[in-house]
């Protein structure tokens, strides 16, 4: 990603705005570029944020490579289809299955890091210590990714 790409709020609102399909159902590819902008404002965040823009991006690569696929680009087109397909199929039940609906799960922890971030730099100017933000923000990431019990052990 070149230095000069912004984050570009709006942007994310018109085309979450413009992703929904049949009043029921999101378009995948719209979707997915919608979390290409966030994940500038992950990327532009710095090395702090590395870690959630490269699971980010991960997931995105994912979810676009169904999309690409001949075998299951149609089946990828909108997240009703991809739950379809992937429920139908009993793929869920394959472990060595990766499931583009899982793997979108995952994605939107990475709404989730947006929102706590704006909630911290926000905040950010009543604490004098900037650090306990960040301590606060990795915690609430852990809570997210792997949920309470393993959050426990793990911090």
Known sequence: MSAVERFDVERVAKIFQDCLHENDDVLLDS?????EEINKFFHL?????????SDVRSKIDILCEYRRKESTGERFLTIKTMITYEKGEELLK??????????????????????????????????????????????????????????????
Do not use: P
């Open 31 to 35: 979707y997915l570029e919608a979390y």
């Open 45 to 53: 965040m710095g090395s702090v944020f590395g870690f959630v823009s």
């Open 94 to 155: 394959d472990h060595s299955y990766v499931s583009g609906s899982r793997t979108l799960l995952r994605l939107h922890r990475g709404l989730g890091e947006l929102v706590l971030q704006i909630i911290a730099s926000r905040t950010r100017k009543q604490i004098v210590n900037a650090g306990v933000i960040e301590l606060i923000y990795i915690h609430m990431y852990v809570l997210l990714s792997y949920g309470y019990t393993k959050t426990k052990c793990y911090l």
